[in-house]
């Protein structure tokens, strides 16, 4: 069924050494590699089909508008989303979740209104609403945690208030790998009449998402995270959202007609893609959903839970070891710290046994608070890591350990 051998094969990276070591890779939350029909792709379009997308009558702009197109279709099947209108493309997760804060809250926002969020966000679905909450006075509510990194649903209900306007919280946290609740989460919500915004960096690349059953309202992600290239991510929203927010920058692509009287906009998805796309990313992306559906999305969620059900019995032996997340519901991620070892002294010995693992605040500072730590060290999954690379983790982490 799953050929990790054959699986590695796909991704020439993973045969390279560093420090003389065989490369353990094992920093797929930052990004992913590439497998090489991914990067095969890019090269040929810049080879052989070049050319700026929606703009040309010529051959080579109609074939690079119809791959762009087509990525669009394969990223809306993918999502199970209903139309295509309602597939942005992005930078990537960041853009998409700015685009709807500033959007939104533009919209449907007045001083003093609310906005939820969980107390295990990323940055980038902190800091924008935080820009808000300067520009325009709203307020910012925060969902807490349990000792296992578990959500506190009871009190998640607590903070709706009439002032709540949205929800917006990530599905998978990037430093506990707790995969939070979100379907019941957007029904809770739903029941107040607030919308919710998923940010699915983290889930996308490890198991099926469905627009249509979670039902939530907005769902961002990026390409790099899920094998695809950098610099392109999607926006999901509901048609029906879409077509009620402003525009988040204006430019080329998201006009039907401009005179220095008035502006008409495009359509969606058009509407939010101002600029030339990285059309030849977007191409990339579909390639990266073709592998990844054609090793199938279950079979990569048992593989990855298979490796970090193994990774924590295995880390959990160790003196002194703390994991961060403790959650059943956990993804492919484990952070964690031993002893009093300092996470980059860590990260950076693992790194002379040739393991790449993320030290720091995963960019989440307030996670990092609410835990009383300053960072961990993470070891994070994807669908090509082995028992046999868990094992050399942690014979490094115990080699690591002995030296202090
Ligand atoms: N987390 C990590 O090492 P971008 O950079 O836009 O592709 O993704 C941002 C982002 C948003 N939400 C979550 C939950 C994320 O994990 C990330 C990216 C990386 O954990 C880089 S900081």
């Known amino acids: 069924m799953y050929d990790i051998n054959k699986v590695r094969a796909d991704f020439p990276i993973l045969s390279r050494t560093v420090y003389g070591k065989p490369l353990v890779y094992l920093d797929n939350a930052a990004t992913t590699q590439k497998p090489r029909e991914v990067v095969d792709a890019i090269v040929n379009e810049y080879y052989s089909v070049n050319a700026n997308v929606h703009r040309g009558v010529h051959f080579l702009s109609q074939q690079a508008t119809d791959l762009h197109e087509e990525a669009r279709e394969k990223v809306r099947s993918f999502i199970n989303a209903k139309s295509t ?18 959007s939104f809250t533009e919209e449907f926002m007045e001083p003093g209104d609310e906005v939820i969020v969980s107390v295990m966000e990323h940055h980038s679905n902190i800091v924008p609403w935080q820009l808000q909450a300067a520009k325009k006075g709203i307020a910012i509510r925060v969902i807490p945690m349990n000792d296992k990194g578990e959500l506190l649903l009871d009190e998640y209900k607590k903070l709706f208030t009439e002032k709540t306007k949205i929800v917006s919280v990530t599905q998978v946290s990037n430093v506990l790998g707790t995969i939070n609740p979100v379907k ?175 030290t720091g605040h995963h960019c989440a500072q307030p996670l990092m608070i609410s835990l009383g730590i300053q960072g961990t060290v993470r070891a994070s999954f994807g669908l090509y890591n082995t028992k046999e690379e868990i094992d050399v983790l942690i014979a490094g982490i115990k080699r690591v350990s002995k030296m202090f």
């Open 85 to 102: 209108n309602e597939i942005i493309f992005t930078r990537g997760t960041t853009e998409g979740l700015n685009l709807v804060c500033s």
């Open 184 to 358: 019941e989460m957007i029904r809770i919500a739903h029941q107040h009449g607030v919308p919710v915004m998923v940010d699915g960096a983290q889930s996308t690349p490890h198991f099926k998402v469905d627009m249509q059953d979670m039902d939530c309202d907005f769902f961002a992600f990026s390409g790099h995270k899920m094998y695809g290239p950098t610099g392109v991510g999607v926006l999901y929203g509901k048609e029906s959202w879409l077509d009620k927010l402003p525009p988040y920058q204006g430019g080329g692509e998201m006009i039907e007609s401009v005179s220095f009287e008035k502006t008409v906009f495009e359509k969606l998805p058009f509407k939010f893609e101002a600029g030339t796309p990285d059309y030849v990313a977007t191409n990339g992306l579909a390639k990266a959903i073709d592998y990844i559906t054609r090793l199938g999305m279950d079979n990569i969620a048992a593989h990855e839970s298979e490796l970090t059900k193994y990774c924590m019995q295995e880390m959990q032996k160790i003196d002194g070891m703390r994991i961060f997340g403790q959650s059943a519901y956990k993804d492919a991620v484990v952070s964690f710290l031993v002893g009093d070892i300092h996470h980059l002294d860590m990260g950076t010995l693992l790194d002379r046994l040739g393991i790449a693992v993320r």
